[in-house]
């Protein structure tokens, strides 16, 4: 069975750092492009950073361009987002996702999703 789960998600102040990790089974994360996104209440689901399989290609949204770092350890089937200095309007539901495609940072073209974890920076 294809599945991604997220972790690390949790309540920070303005100005911390979180860890999230999406771990795959049932498939080698190795051969899909992965990516990170967010959605906060009342708003849709927007793209926070995508990595293709080597690495080499990496983009991120204007927001947090700076503050987060997207990896992926493909020995451990495993992807990453670091976030560092983190702001109130950064608290959303954070969903890691692959797809085949390769250097599309787009929604519409990831197939696979995990259930999300809540980050919430707030004082």
């Known amino acids: 069975q294809l599945q991604l789960v997220e972790s690390g998600g949790g309540l920070v102040q303005p100005g911390g750092s979180l860890r999230l990790s999406c771990a795959a089974s049932?498939?080698?994360?190795?051969?899909?492009?992965i990516g990170w996104f967010r959605q906060a209440p009342g708003k849709e689901r927007e793209v926070v950073s995508c990595m293709s399989i080597t690495g080499a290609y990496t983009d991120y949204a204007d927001s947090v361009r700076g503050r987060f770092t997207i990896s992926r350890d493909n020995a451990n089937n495993m992807g990453y987002l670091q976030m560092n200095s983190l702001k109130p309007e950064d608290t959303a539901v954070y969903y890691c996702?692959?797809?085949?495609?390769?250097?599309?940072?787009?929604?519409?073209?990831?197939?696979?999703w995990g259930q999300g974890t809540q980050v919430t920076v707030s004082s």
């Open positions: 049932g498939f080698p994360l190795e051969n899909y492009q």
């Open positions: 996702a692959a797809t085949f495609r390769q250097r599309v940072c787009d929604e519409e073209v990831f197939g696979f």
